[in-house]
């Protein structure tokens, strides 16, 4: 093989192993799904633990250098709202694909369904039709990404229990078991509820779920 013709071939073999790598980009990410839960239920360690959980898996993925918060609300006299403590927008999948340009495309028409909610692995969730289903995603909030009332409890404790109690969740795959907007709502479709008081790991996996949560890059 004469030398011009070998050294083309190598080039483009080694274009095409770094096509998938190209194909990541964890650096620009600032969106994810998290790949794992924190295996306390919905005993997160309040927003504290829950933005470590989302700091640590940006960090093995190669995003680290950005600040991570998850997408919660809490209740009660010091309410914080999901969608005041994520940043302006826009947010980027690990693929590059973008999910909303600023909160209000994300409490709108977004780009967020089970291709483009990828985890920090650029790994799909599990959803209806896959074995184990996961699509339930914490959230504690209302459609609009906002608190609920203190009357009734939608955080497990504000994110502190893995018993008796209730948490809002998301359908990651914007899907159900009906066509109403609750059951398309990736952050407000239903509260949790199980045998062991609805805040347990094994009560979030009974509906659906498995304790994970939306991370958002707030810079």
């Given at each position: 093989?004469?030398?011009?013709?070998?050294?083309?071939?190598?080039?483009?073999?080694?274009?095409?192993?770094?096509?998938?790598?190209?194909a990541?980009?964890?650096?620009?990410?600032?969106?994810f799904v998290?790949?794992?839960?924190?295996?306390?239920?919905?005993?997160?360690?309040?927003?504290?633990?829950?933005?470590?959980?989302?700091?640590?898996?940006?960090?093995?993925?190669?995003?680290?250098?950005?600040?991570?918060?998850?997408?919660?609300?809490?209740?009660?006299?010091?309410?914080?709202?999901?969608?005041?403590?994520?940043?302006?927008?826009?947010?980027?999948?690990?693929?590059?694909?973008?999910?909303?340009?600023?909160?209000?495309?994300?409490?709108?028409?977004?780009?967020?369904?089970?291709?483009?909610?990828?985890?920090?692995?650029?790994?799909?969730?599990?959803?209806?039709?896959?074995?184990?289903?996961?699509?339930?995603?914490?959230?504690?909030?209302?459609?609009?990404?906002?608190?609920?009332?203190?009357?009734?409890?939608?955080?497990?404790?504000?994110?502190?229990?893995?018993?008796?109690?209730?948490?809002?969740?998301?359908?990651?795959?914007?899907?159900?078991?009906?066509?109403?907007?609750?059951?398309?709502?990736?952050?407000s479709?239903?509260?949790?509820?199980?045998?062991?008081?609805?805040?347990?790991?094994?009560?979030?996996?009974?509906?659906?779920?498995?304790?994970?949560?939306?991370?958002?890059?707030?810079?």
């Amino acid at each position: 093989m004469k030398p011009i013709v070998r050294n083309a071939l190598s080039t483009l073999a080694v274009l095409c192993l770094a096509a998938p790598a190209a194909a990541q980009q964890p650096a620009s990410m600032s969106f994810f799904v998290t790949s794992a839960p924190i295996g306390k239920g919905a005993d997160l360690g309040g927003l504290e633990g829950a933005d470590r959980h989302c700091q640590q898996l940006a960090q093995a993925a190669g995003a680290g250098g950005k600040t991570w918060r998850a997408y919660l609300s809490t209740q009660g006299a010091n309410a914080v709202n999901a969608r005041d403590r994520i940043g302006k927008g826009p947010w980027t999948n690990v693929k590059g694909v973008v999910i909303a340009k600023d909160v209000s495309e994300l409490h709108g028409e977004n780009n967020l369904n089970k291709e483009t909610a990828l985890t920090e692995k650029g790994e799909r969730v599990k959803v209806r039709g896959d074995t184990p289903n996961m699509h339930d995603i914490l959230t504690g909030s209302t459609p609009e990404g906002t608190a609920f009332p203190a009357d009734k409890d939608m955080t497990c404790g504000n994110w502190t229990k893995s018993g008796a109690g209730s948490a809002m969740l998301g359908h990651v795959d914007r899907a159900g078991l009906d066509d109403t907007v609750a059951s398309k709502s990736w952050n407000s479709s239903h509260p949790s509820r199980g045998t062991e008081g609805g805040c347990s790991q094994a009560d979030l996996a009974s509906t659906g779920g498995n304790g994970l949560l939306y991370c958002f890059a707030v810079n």
